[in-house]
């Protein structure tokens, strides 16, 4: 069933300022930017809102470039962009990976890094990858700036602390130390929706990220601190047993994903020995 488009109303901001004033004067504003959630919903007859905000004009929001330590990302910059960076690429491959399986060209060519964030799926490819790199969002409302770990930024499933007024407006991803290790389990390589989805780091400190394991991505911190505290990697996988909290949808099985998520931290413990 598709949704009629006449009851909509679309704003467009040239400014960031007047992006945010658009979102705290007008309550229940839709930002957009690649679309390619919003136009699937819309496809199947949800209703996401009936006022939009395109986002598209912001090209300050579309750089990636570094300030400092810090890798930062432009929360319009699109999957295809993250490939071609030469800054991604240096220093955060894990992601170049994630940005490759994300649907076909043409979505890679639309969809954009906030996007992604905003949508909160917990099949999110990107998600694993900033959750291991303990990435910081940054976030802009009507009182400035302000940062929150990535960690923190989901409270439930398709819930974050992002207030109506604020935008996401970057990823700030500080240095990865260590081997970095990215995969994702689905019907096909590309375009299709994970059934999981892992990053992982192994350097001093082993950090693990799952998606489609429990309603948002997740640190796996108990099976971390199991092999970080030198415990064998069946160890690790009975913690993780502990961790996780699939489903079954028609996507996939509770049982397959558990089976899954598992040969994949044992995958990844081989492959960065």
Same mark, same amino acid.
């Given at each position: 069933?598709?949704?009629?488009?006449?009851?909509?109303?679309?704003?467009?901001?040239?400014?960031?300022?007047?992006?945010?004033?658009?979102?705290?004067?007008e309550?229940?504003?839709?930002?957009?930017?690649?679309?390619?959630?919003?136009?699937?919903?819309?496809?199947?007859?949800?209703?996401?809102?009936?006022?939009?905000?395109?986002?598209?004009?912001?090209?300050?929001?579309?750089?990636?470039?570094?300030?400092?330590?810090?890798?930062?990302?432009?929360?319009? %910059?699109? $999957? #295809?962009?993250?490939? !071609? =960076?030469?800054?991604?690429?240096?220093? +955060?491959?894990?992601? *170049?990976e994630?940005?490759?399986?994300?649907?076909?060209?043409?979505?890679?060519?639309?969809?954009?890094v906030?996007?992604?964030?905003?949508?909160?799926?917990?099949?999110?490819?990107?998600?694993?990858?900033?959750?291991?790199?303990?990435?910081?969002?940054?976030?802009?409302?009507?009182?400035?700036?302000?940062?929150?770990?990535?960690? %923190?930024? $989901? #409270?439930?499933?398709? !819930? =974050?602390?992002?207030?109506p007024?604020? +935008?996401?407006?970057? *990823?700030?991803?500080p240095?990865?130390?260590?081997?970095?290790?990215?995969?994702?389990v689905?019907?096909?390589?590309?375009?299709?929706?994970?059934?999981?989805?892992?990053?992982?780091?192994?350097?001093?400190?082993?950090?693990?990220?799952?998606?489609?394991?429990?309603?948002?991505?997740?640190?796996?911190?108990?099976?971390?601190?199991?092999?970080?505290?030198?415990?064998?990697?069946?160890e690790?996988?009975?913690?993780?047993?502990?961790?996780?909290?699939?489903?079954?949808?028609?996507?996939?099985?509770?049982?397959?994903?558990?089976?899954?998520?598992?040969?994949?931290?044992?995958?990844?413990?081989?492959?960065?020995?």
């Amino acid at each position: 069933m598709r949704t009629a488009t006449a009851p909509f109303t679309l704003r467009r901001a040239r400014t960031l300022d007047a992006a945010l004033k658009i979102l705290h004067e007008e309550p229940g504003t839709v930002p957009l930017a690649g679309c390619t959630d919003v136009y699937v919903a819309l496809e199947f007859g949800g209703t996401p809102g009936s006022r939009y905000l395109d986002l598209t004009r912001l090209s300050a929001l579309k750089r990636i470039t570094t300030s400092g330590e810090k890798l930062v990302i432009g929360a319009l %910059a699109t $999957y #295809t962009e993250l490939q !071609k =960076s030469r800054f991604v690429r240096a220093r +955060l491959p894990m992601l *170049v990976e994630a940005a490759r399986l994300v649907g076909g060209v043409q979505i890679q060519n639309m969809g954009t890094v906030g996007g992604n964030l905003a949508n909160g799926s917990p099949a999110g490819d990107t998600l694993p990858v900033f959750a291991v790199a303990d990435a910081d969002v940054v976030l802009a409302g009507p009182d400035g700036e302000r940062r929150v770990p990535f960690n %923190a930024f $989901y #409270t439930g499933y398709r !819930k =974050s602390v992002r207030r109506p007024d604020e +935008l996401i407006v970057a *990823v700030e991803v500080p240095p990865v130390i260590g081997k970095q290790w990215f995969r994702k389990v689905g019907t096909r390589a590309a375009q299709a929706i994970s059934k999981v989805v892992f990053a992982g780091v192994r350097g001093l400190e082993t950090r693990l990220a799952l998606g489609s394991v429990a309603p948002t991505v997740v640190r796996l911190p108990n099976t971390e601190m199991v092999l970080n505290g030198g415990g064998s990697i069946d160890e690790a996988l009975r913690a993780l047993a502990d961790e996780i909290q699939p489903i079954d949808d028609l996507r996939s099985t509770a049982a397959y994903r558990r089976g899954v998520a598992a040969n994949l931290v044992r995958q990844f413990w081989s492959a960065t020995a």
